[in-house]
Nanobody, 122 residues
Framework: QVQLVESGGGSVQAGGSLRVSCAAS????????VAWFRQAPEKEREFVAR???????YYADSVKGRFTISRSSAESTVSLNMDRVKPEDTGVYYC????????????????WGQGTQVTVSS
């Protein structure tokens, strides 16, 4: 069983920066493929970014060039640095993990964190 705990988030003005982190436990961190998803009110959960055990990254077009996903094996954490944020980045950000390979499809991931709220004001 994998436990994921998000931290960070909060409120920020458009154009600012914010960081959310996800601490993983319960399985060897190196075996986990980790992704971030977000869900705005009355919208479906959408893919944001993902990173494999080797550090290869993938981003949604909407955040490419503004968001950076990274992982720390020493701390068993995956972070999402969000720069030049926009009001449309508002939502609950969820960390998800799966052993083995990854996907932009939320249904692929077995393990989920509780989510952390990010609010961007204009």
């Amino acid at each position: 069983q994998v436990q994921l705990v998000e931290s960070g988030g909060g409120s920020v003005q458009a154009g600012g920066s914010l960081r959310v982190s996800c601490a993983a436990s319960g399985r060897p961190f190196g075996a986990l493929y980790v992704a971030w998803f977000r869900q705005a009110p009355e919208k479906e959960r959408e893919f944001v970014a993902r990173i494999n055990s080797g550090g290869m990254t993938y981003y949604a077009d909407s955040v490419k060039g503004r968001f950076t996903i990274s992982r720390s094996s020493a701390e068993s954490t995956v972070s999402l640095n969000m720069d030049r944020v926009k009001p449309e980045d508002t939502g609950v950000y969820y960390c998800a993990a799966q052993e083995g390979w990854g996907s932009a499809d939320a249904s692929h991931y077995h393990y989920w964190g509780q989510g952390t709220q990010v609010t961007v004001s204009s």
